[in-house]
């Protein structure tokens, strides 16, 4: 399949390219505002398939609006009508085409010209009027509170919020990429007239900026952001793309002493934490139990010997481990336990605990096993 892209350079040109080169598409006419004009009536004759990206939404002077996004999209309708070339064309427009200002109209009009074309060809249009749309690579400071939003504070400057109680309405560009590709292979999400990206968020613009302002945070709390609230997954994983390339690893606090080290990584309000310990050789660590804490241990080098004891019981258990041998042991409430370095070299262990440490209310209990 021969694919146009038009507006190739932007936000979703860039995302929809690189996906579809990732799923095996490799030849795509890219075409954007630099591209060699002759080549577009080429790009017109010999394409299977249309995205219709290009478009303007920030010029110096109103009327280029229609032009952009009118006149351009006239242009390409006249090249394939020219070149009888009938191929299915799926279309960017905006909510704001339902609007009374210079951009909705201009994208009223490009959607009328789609709409005409395809009564008079019988050619497939698929019209999205997409809302926000935010993710990687999209330019701040343009046309996207949260591309600048994220940038100004992976950047240490400041944002503003003229009016928390604003309503966003929001796509996350890789729901957009998908249902892109999706609707090139046949299967468009289509709702009456219009097609429509399957995964939207609505938000209030203060608690998406107080959001992303709690990212920063995490270098020096260790918090992660709720994964299991989709929204807020994807503005983090958004806000990570705006880091400073000098800023992309942080230190830990690790806890050193002569039997060696304990260095939390993560923390969490509902996942627990997650840290590492190092353990010299002949060291053991432990020897104490919990009510309702409970951890998972894994040995990820050198070898070592975890023991458990129940409370009010004799019997010890031994579980040897090994880095040699990947595998979790559970850490049950109630039971004594400790962890012993067998080996001649540090033994690594990574350790997960059910809730974060409080040492105000640590539930630990020192006992031998």
């Known amino acids: ?6 507006g190739s350079k932007g936000f979703v040109g860039k995302n929809l390219i690189t996906e579809l080169k990732n799923r095996g598409y490799t030849d795509i006419f890219e075409y954007d505002m630099d591209t060699n004009k002759a080549l577009l009536e080429h790009y017109a004759k010999e394409c299977n398939f249309v995205f219709h990206l290009a478009g303007v939404n920030r010029p110096e002077n109103e009327t280029e609006y229609m032009k952009g ?13 020219k070149n009888n070339n009938s191929a299915p064309i799926l279309v960017t427009s905006s ?15 490009g959607e009328d010209c789609i709409f005409s074309y395809s009564k008079e060809t019988k050619s497939k249009v698929y019209v999205y009027r997409l809302p926000n749309v935010f993710g990687k690579w999209c330019r701040p400071n343009y046309n996207s509170a949260i591309a600048t939003f994220c940038n100004n504070v992976a950047n240490g400057l400041p944002i503003t919020v003229n009016d928390p109680n604003v309503i966003m309405n929001l796509v996350y560009i890789d729901d957009v990429v998908a249902e892109f590709i999706s609707a090139m292979e046949g299967h468009a999400n289509l709702l009456d007239q219009f097609c429509a990206v399957p995964v939207t968020y609505k938000a209030k613009l203060g608690y998406i900026a107080d959001t992303i302002r709690s990212f920063s945070e995490y270098k020096t709390n260790l918090y992660i952001p709720n994964v299991g609230n989709e929204l807020e997954k994807k503005l983090y994983s958004t806000y990570l793309s705006y880091l400073p390339t000098d800023q992309f690893s942080y230190p830990l606090k690790m806890n050193v002493d002569e039997r060696g080290s304990f260095t939390e990584i993560i923390r969490t309000p509902d996942r627990g934490q997650f840290s590492v310990n190092i353990s010299k050789p002949g060291i053991t660590k432990g020897n104490h139990w919990h009510h309702t804490k409970n951890e998972k241990f894994v040995v990820v080098k050198g070898k070592g010997l975890i023991q458990f004891r129940k409370i009010g019981t004799d019997e010890v258990l031994d579980y040897h481990v090994t880095g040699e041998k990947i595998e979790v042991i559970d850490i049950p409430t109630g039971y004594t336990h400790n962890i012993i370095n067998e080996g001649e070299t540090d033994m690594v262990t990574f350790m997960w605990a059910n809730e974060a440490f409080n040492p105000d209310k640590p539930d630990t209990y020192f006992e031998k096993v």
């Open 69 to 81: 996004n009118f006149g351009f999209t006239t242009e390409l309708l006249n090249l394939l009508t």
């Open 1 to 6: 399949m021969k694919i146009l892209v038009t």
């Open 95 to 109: 909510i704001q085409a339902q609007l009374d200002n210079a951009y909705g109209r201009s994208k009223k009009a």
